[in-house]
């Protein structure tokens, strides 16, 4: 197994342009969660799925940021429009929850520069 | 409210020292914790669990209630060691992570 997969790795864009970021998680896993990591405020959880419906998208900054997992295997998170303070890594992990806290397996992550 | 707080965004040591990552957490009710470390050019990765109570890599952790703490600790440093360390939270019948704002550990040779 790959593992998580992202893509793209690398992503460079101009303030007010649309960006789609897409994660395909572990095949079996039932959840999956979006993660922003910036160095002021580290690892926060955007919006997170269980069986492909969004249990909580409290984190998700505000209404140009949004989610969607159509699958089991593939979700989007998308900026629009998106802003220079937007620029950060963006990571997916993927994990089995069953009744307990399981592992949370992460992708490589994308790099989003927003200019 | 719950929160986890890594007070230390960087931690410099020698190789063989001591070290210790402090994380405080805020949380009502029964906490899981967890380290997560990152190492350079990798994926964030499971360190430790509280509730496995084991040692990895060297790396142990002990939950305190009465502290809300969840230090990880190793006796001696090894430049391998470097890399991001995220401690991690959640709560029973969830698989939502709430994360600290990390700590940076390096080992000098």
């Known amino acids: 197994?790959?593992?998580?997969?992202?893509?793209?790795?690398?992503?460079?864009?101009?303030?007010?342009?649309?960006?789609?970021l897409r994660c395909?998680?572990?095949?079996?896993?039932?959840?999956l969660f979006w993660y922003r990591q910036t160095m002021m405020r580290g690892l926060e959880l955007l919006i997170y799925f269980n069986n492909n419906v969004p249990i909580d998208d409290s984190?998700?900054?505000?209404?140009?940021?949004?989610?969607?997992?159509?699958?089991a295997s593939f979700s989007t998170l998308k900026i629009q429009p998106s802003e220079?303070?937007?620029?950060?890594?963006?990571?997916?992990?993927?994990?089995?929850?069953?009744?307990?806290?399981?592992?949370?397996?992460?992708?490589?992550?994308?790099?989003?520069?927003?200019? | 409210a719950q929160r986890v707080t890594q007070p230390e965004k960087l931690l410099?040591?020698?190789?063989?020292?001591?070290?210790?990552?402090?994380c405080n957490y805020s949380y009502s009710g029964s906490p899981e914790l967890f380290w997560y470390v990152q190492y350079s050019r990798q994926r964030?990765?499971?360190?430790?669990?509280?509730?496995?109570?084991?040692?990895?890599?060297?790396f142990t952790a002990d939950l305190n209630k009465g502290e809300t703490s969840f230090h990880l600790k190793k006796p001696f440093a090894q430049e391998e060691d470097s890399a991001m360390y995220y401690c991690a939270l959640s709560g029973r019948n969830t698989d939502k992570l709430?994360?600290?704002?990390?700590?940076?550990?390096?080992v000098f040779p």
């Open chain 1, 24 to 31: 395909k998680p572990i095949s079996g896993h039932n959840s």
């Open chain 2, 98 to 106: 709430i994360f600290g704002t990390g700590t940076r550990l390096q």
């Open chain 2, 12 to 22: 410099s040591v020698f190789k063989g020292a001591p070290v210790e990552l402090k």
């Open chain 1, 84 to 115: 220079p303070r937007d620029s950060a890594v963006y990571f997916c992990a993927s994990s089995l929850w069953l009744e307990a806290t399981d592992t949370q397996y992460f992708g490589p992550g994308t790099r989003l520069t927003v200019l």
């Open chain 2, 44 to 58: 964030l990765q499971l360190l430790l669990r509280h509730i496995s109570r084991e040692s990895i890599k060297g």
């Open chain 1, 59 to 71: 984190g998700m900054p505000e209404d140009r940021f949004s989610a969607k997992m159509p699958n």
């Open chain 1, 1 to 20: 197994d790959a593992g998580v997969i992202q893509s793209p790795r690398h992503e460079v864009t101009e303030m007010g342009q649309e960006v789609t």
